[in-house]
């Protein structure tokens, strides 16, 4: 069989790693109790790592995926007269294929952005509606770390925007799909991203950083967490055999798992920035602030190198391009794909 080449389309793409895997097969032993009942060691282990990390006044559940995590954890504190506040480009709003206004019936109102960050500034207008019976309430501010545009809240940033939240009776969600990638750009603790600038409730991801399945979905005031366990049933996301998803958590959050494995996706992201910038036909368009190269590309080529390293168009207008370093991404990895690009540019 021909060895395929990886490609750089996104961290979704990777597989399992393997300290995870063994992690798995080590809880594939015996019988648990279901649904993280008491009785079920790995959840009530994998929770404990996360109060290590957040804070012991925290609640912690356990969902399937990161569109069950975002949409549970908004819908499960709003009414359906009341409204999310996002960049346009979140997944929130661009890739939940309408989930949170169909789970939760709630509306989003996007704000545009140029480097998918919100400020508190842009959020304004939308506090002429409060306490107006004919339009939707702003409640929740919700921001992604990493952005889908790669770049990356700091926590003074963060701050800013809790601290206008609460002082407008809001809350703020943060979407952690690549919450590692971000702690490890800016050299600080989960804890300091979160717990420490105010942030209400999160969706922490692993997947995207070497976990084979499973989200979590993190309440820092444990009163917003009332009942969240009859959302998540009714989501559909309790998982029967929970065991298999706080193992993978309890590994992760072990030994700086989770640190490593972003921390690879991060350093790969920078050499391929490196390798990029050598050729002058390229332009890359934005920050390389975690593990996400955006690059603009001649539109001729592009199809010619992705059947080599696939990678996803990111803005067709501008034949930009969005490459994802992985966990598993290797100098390898870098190099032949710089060579097979340096080969399509000299013919």
Not at 184 to 202: I, K, N, S
């Amino acid at each position: 069989m021909k060895k395929l080449n990886k490609s750089f389309a996104s961290d979704n793409w990777s597989g399992v790693c393997p300290e995870v895997m063994i992690a798995l097969q080590q809880a594939n032993a015996g019988h648990v109790e279901a649904y993280g009942e008491e009785n079920d060691f790995y959840t009530r282990d994998a929770i404990k790592k996360f109060k290590t990390l957040f804070g012991d006044d925290i609640s912690v559940f356990f969902v399937y995926n990161g569109t069950a995590a975002n949409v549970l954890a908004t819908s499960h504190v709003l009414r359906s007269y009341q409204a999310i506040v996002s960049a346009k480009s979140a997944h929130m709003n661009e890739d939940e294929c309408g989930a949170p206004e169909n789970f939760g019936g709630s509306k989003i109102l996007e704000i545009e952005t140029e480097d998918g960050k919100i400020r508190t500034g842009q959020i304004e207008p939308f506090l002429h509606s409060i306490g107006f019976q004919h339009h939707v309430q702003p409640r929740i501010i919700s921001i992604s770390e990493v952005t889908e545009k790669g770049t990356v809240y700091t926590p003074g940033e963060i701050k800013g925007l809790t601290d206008f939240a609460h002082s407008h009776n809001m809350l703020l969600h943060m979407d952690g799909a690549r919450i590692s990638n971000a702690a490890v750009a800016l050299g600080v603790t989960f804890r300091e991203l979160t717990t420490d600038v105010g942030v209400d409730v999160l969706s922490l991801g692993g997947t995207k950083n070497g976990l084979m399945f499973g989200e979590s979905v993190v309440f820092f005031d444990k009163n917003l967490a009332k009942d969240f366990e009859y959302t998540r049933k009714q989501g559909m996301q309790l998982h029967s055999k929970m065991r298999f998803i706080s193992a993978q958590f309890d590994r992760y959050l072990t030994r700086d798992l989770w640190k490593k494995n972003a921390q690879t996706a991060n350093r790969m992201a920078r050499l391929l920035e490196k390798s990029l910038r050598l050729f002058p036909q390229l332009n890359i368009a934005r920050s390389v602030d975690a593990n996400g190269v955006f690059v603009s590309i001649p539109p001729e080529i592009i199809p010619r190198i992705q059947q080599h390293y696939f990678f996803h168009i990111w803005d067709e207008n501008t034949s930009e391009v969005r490459l994802m370093c992985s966990w598993d991404t290797t100098e390898e990895d870098i190099n032949g794909f710089a060579e097979a690009l340096k080969k399509i540019l000299q013919h």
